[in-house]
């Protein structure tokens, strides 16, 4: 993956991820934990074929939710027991030409050396042979989000012995998935803010977050603020280029831009 800290390097997935814990969320208009859920580690829980359910996972920009969807299907694929084939696709990319079926279809025959033929694909899909992640609805275009959420639902009902977890934005219209679970992520907390910022110096065999962490300003800062791996990698990228850290958000943000 590429990072905003590292924009022109490409660096291991491995090297990078700092687990994500998400929370169930009761009504997805009642905000960020208001009601109190227990952490789960959805991961592990897949990995272990402990999900029953399809998920739609709703957060804000920068929380990571691209990069927890495309750690899932590695350690999907790491896993040489695991039952279910994993399909990814970043919806912002889906022709709105086709129908769904039509262009997983495409995106699989494009990658293969041999074509499949529809009619065995929806026989394996009947046979719950399948685990898809489908990233990014909030970045379809308006015009498509309305086709494609529909088609989402339908695949959801009609194939419903596969698994579907659906990434978003919280916006106005989010597709409905037969048998579905909304969560959302947990905020970091300040051991996972030092893990990442520890993470960026190892990919990169730089010291910047090592000094960050030891520089005064560090443990009384507004941690309020840097829960997001976006702005943890906001606050290693400003660091690096003036070594120091303003406490004032205001002089902070000044910096960053």
């Known amino acids: 993956i590429t990072t905003i800290v590292f924009p022109h390097k490409e660096l291991l997935l491995d090297t990078l991820y700092e687990p994500l814990y998400l929370k ?12 109190k859920e227990s952490e789960i580690d959805l991961i592990k829980l897949i990995l272990n074929d402990d999900i029953k359910k399809n998920l739609t996972i709703i957060d804000n920009a920068g929380m990571g939710k691209s990069t927890f969807s495309k750690y899932l299907v590695l350690k999907i ?26 262009y997983i279809m495409e995106q699989i025959n494009y990658s293969s050396s041999y074509n499949i033929n529809i009619n065995v694909f929806k026989k394996l899909l009947e046979k719950k042979q399948f685990i898809f992640i489908f990233d990014g609805f909030d970045e379809v275009t308006k015009e498509n989000s309305e086709k494609l959420g529909k088609d989402i639902s339908d695949f959801s009902l009609k194939y419903n012995e596969n698994t579907i977890i659906l990434t978003t934005r919280n916006q106005e219209f989010i597709p409905n998935l037969n048998n579905g679970e909304f969560y959302n992520f947990s905020l970091l907390n300040n051991k996972q803010i030092e893990s990442m910022i520890l993470k960026f110096d190892n990919s990169s065999d730089i010291d910047v977050g090592k000094k960050l962490i030891k520089h005064e300003n560090f443990k009384t800062l507004d941690f309020d603020l840097f829960r997001t791996p976006l702005m943890v990698g906001l606050l290693y990228k400003a660091f690096g280029y003036n070594n120091t850290i303003d406490k004032n958000i205001t002089v902070f943000y000044d910096e960053l831009f």
């Open 24 to 35: 169930k969320i009761n009504n997805i208009f009642d905000g960020r934990n208001i009601k």
């Open 77 to 102: 694929l790491e896993k040489q027991d695991f039952k279910k084939i994993p399909i990814f696709l970043e919806l912002r990319k889906v022709n709105k030409d086709l129908s769904l079926i039509d």
